[in-house]
């Protein structure tokens, strides 16, 4: 059984940093390209960033790019997501994708 379990969130300053985790079991987490969504109080799913299976390339939305970073660790099977110069903006649940596959989320909340 696929489980994706993120973890990580939680309050922080505008300008503040946090790091995401998402350990994944239940599949092989190495052949699989993996994503980052979230979703903000009242919005839509916004896709945030994706990785392929190697780690060798990664995309990211207009929003966070140069500031959030993804990475994953395929001998642990966990996916990561550095955020960085955090703006209210960004304030949203989080959640790790892989294939039909989702977590739970994790609550980012970035305020003074």
């Known amino acids: 059984e696929v489980h994706l379990v993120e973890s990580g969130g939680g309050l922080v300053q505008p300008g503040g940093s946090l790091r995401l985790s998402c350990a994944a079991t239940g599949f092989t987490f190495s052949s699989y390209a993996m994503s980052w969504l979230r979703q903000a109080p009242g919005k839509g799913l916004e896709w945030v960033s994706a990785?392929?299976?190697?780690?060798?390339?990664?995309s990211y939305a207009d929003s966070v790019k140069g500031r959030f970073t993804i990475s994953r660790d395929n001998a642990k099977n966990t996916l990561y997501l550095q955020m960085n110069s955090l703006k209210p903006e960004d304030t949203a649940v989080y959640y790790c994708n892989a294939l039909q596959y989702w977590g739970q989320g994790t609550q980012v909340t970035v305020s003074s």
């Open positions: 990785i392929n299976s190697s780690g060798g390339n990664t």
